[in-house]
Structures are given as structure tokens and as C-alpha cells.
């Protein structure tokens, strides 16, 4: 009879672990399923990581630093002049570029003496651009084009580096189908933690976007 409720005993205890490890591997099957849920669609239609790659953007941007990249907004809206974006490159769409937008659809830019200048919609006026709040004072801007007119859905983009950028004076205007999204935070190096905001920018233009 003891050697009856022992092999009981030891059949019931086995059950209750194959059912306590059952129950176990369920739960975190369901954790793993419910974090994928809420990660994916963040990863890959919110938010994506990046990392600076040279020196194109420079004073502001360095190479290896790690951005967070806001993919969201440019489905609600468009970029803004001044806004930092990742885009593919227009010859190769397996490389990505991070420039600055300078020039927004329908405007003209040209490019003269080292400065920039920008035409409005339905303006015969060139008025030059003021990029203080980013750039020294004496950078200067160079480039053979004389002037570029842009249209829908295209941007002229430049590197803060404009002696070491290949941007829009040499691949031409992106088409925002190529715009990945814009720089949002500056999660590395850690000295360095930032967030990004362009419509603080004061660009002394008056023209309507």
C-alpha cells in the first residue's frame, strides 16, 4: 500500500510540473507576443535608430553619434526648412544621407558669393537666408549651380559641413518619397543627449510655406 501512494504521489507531483511548466512557457509566449506587438509597429513605422556616418554634418552633427529618427510626422505633414532628415540617397537607394532642408517645393534656391538665397511661390525676389542659429558666421556656402527651382514633393538639402557634403549641389533636389523621417533625439554620446526642434529657427525670410 505505501508503495501505492508513493507512485500516486509521484504521478500527481509530475502532472502538477508538467502543468506548472506549461502554464510557465504559455505565459511567457504571451509576454514575448504582446512586447512584439507594441515594439514592431514602434521600430518600424515610429521611430528608428541611426548612426552618423562621417563628417557632413559637422559642427553639429558628428560621426558615430546615435539619433533617434521620427518617421511619424512626415506621414501627417512635410518637412520644414531647417528640419535635419535621413533620406535615401536618389542614386542609391540602399545608402541613407542625413542633410538639412534649405529649399521646400515650388521655391527657387541659388547659390552665390558663398551665400544662399531663396525665391518664393509667385516671387520674382531672391531674399538670402540667415542660418546663425546653427551654422558660425563666417561659414560659407559654394557651388556651380546658378539656381535650382524645385518642384512638388522636392527639396533642396544641404550637410552643416558645406566644404565636405555631397547633397543637393551635386545628387540634386530628394523627393519626399525618399525622406525616411527627421532627427528627433541624440541618444549618444551621452555628454550630448539632445532633442531636435527646427521651427525655432529664424531664417529672416518672409515667406509663406
Known amino acids: ?23 510557465f ?5 504571451k509576454t514575448v507576443i504582446i512586447s512584439l506587438a507594441i515594439i514592431l509597429p514602434i521600430r518600424y513605422f515610429l521611430i528608428q535608430p541611426f548612426v552618423v556616418d562621417g563628417a557632413s554634418m559637422q559642427p553639429n552633427f558628428h560621426d558615430k553619434e546615435y539619433l533617434i529618427i521620427d518617421e511619424i510626422s512626415y506621414r501627417f505633414g512635410a518637412p520644414e526648412r531647417g528640419d535635419v532628415v535621413v533620406f535615401k540617397n536618389p542614386e542609391n537607394h540602399k545608402e541613407f544621407y542625413i542633410k538639412r532642408t534649405i529649399g521646400l517645393p515650388g521655391e527657387s534656391v541659388k547659390i552665390e558669393d558663398g551665400e544662399i538665397y531663396i525665391k518664393a511661390i509667385n516671387s520674382d525676389e531672391f531674399i538670402k537666408i540667415n542660418e546663425l542659429d546653427y551654422l558660425p558666421e563666417d561659414y560659407k556656402t559654394f557651388s556651380y549651380l546658378k539656381e535650382v527651382d524645385l518642384k512638388d514633393n522636392e527639396y533642396f538639402v544641404l550637410g552643416d559641413n558645406r566644404n565636405n557634403s555631397k547633397d543637393s549641389r551635386i545628387i540634386g533636389p530628394v523627393n519626399k ?33
Open 1 to 23: 500500500m505505501d508503495q501505492l501512494n508513493d507512485e500516486l504521489n509521484t504521478d500527481t507531483k509530475s502532472r502538477h510540473f508538467w502543468k506548472s511548466s506549461l502554464s
Open 177 to 209: 518619397s525618399l525622406i525616411i523621417g527627421k532627427v528627433w533625439f541624440r541618444g549618444l554620446p551621452l555628454n550630448k543627449i539632445s532633442t531636435f526642434d527646427s521651427s525655432k529657427f529664424n531664417y529672416g525670410l518672409e515667406i509663406t510655406k
Open 25 to 29: 512557457v504559455l505565459e511567457i509566449t
